[in-house]
């Protein structure tokens, strides 16, 4: 299981845009789907978008369809979550994840031990 690590976030107005990336120092995730996860103060924590291991299959939550994008640099073993027009309900700790991309494992995410310290994204005027 690859131990992933988030960075890019931060404090933005509404409207604004972030760019988050999910690295495997150490290690490729070339050959891994890899998710984006968030979760809100109080809340649970939700799927928010997948890209497979290709990057030809991607996969977004209702929520952020049409505003985030998400995709991949396997030369720099970089995975990104491009986010646009946000909104102060994005505010969240994102998290990204090696886990395969369905939209399924997005709604309902299984059991998973290897979070990572997430990246803080803060959406407020």
């Known amino acids: 299981q690859l131990q992933l690590v988030e960075s890019g976030g931060g404090l933005v107005q509404p409207g604004g845009s972030l760019r988050l990336s999910c690295v495997a120092p150490?290690?490729?995730?070339?050959?891994?789907?890899i998710g984006w996860f968030r979760q809100a103060p109080g809340k649970e924590r939700e799927g928010v978008s997948c890209i497979s291991s290709s990057g030809g299959t991607t996969n977004f939550a209702d929520s952020v369809k049409g505003r985030f994008r998400i995709s991949r640099d396997n030369a720099k073993g970089t995975v990104y979550l491009q986010m646009n027009y946000l909104k102060p309900e994005d505010t969240a700790i994102y998290y990204c994840?090696?886990?395969?991309?369905?939209?399924?494992?997005?709604?309902?995410?299984?059991?998973?031990?290897?979070w990572g310290q997430g990246t803080q994204v803060t959406v407020s005027s």
């Open positions: 150490g290690s490729t995730l070339d050959y891994y789907a």
């Open positions: 994840a090696q886990l395969p991309c369905t939209l399924t494992i997005l709604r309902t995410i299984p059991d998973y031990d290897y």
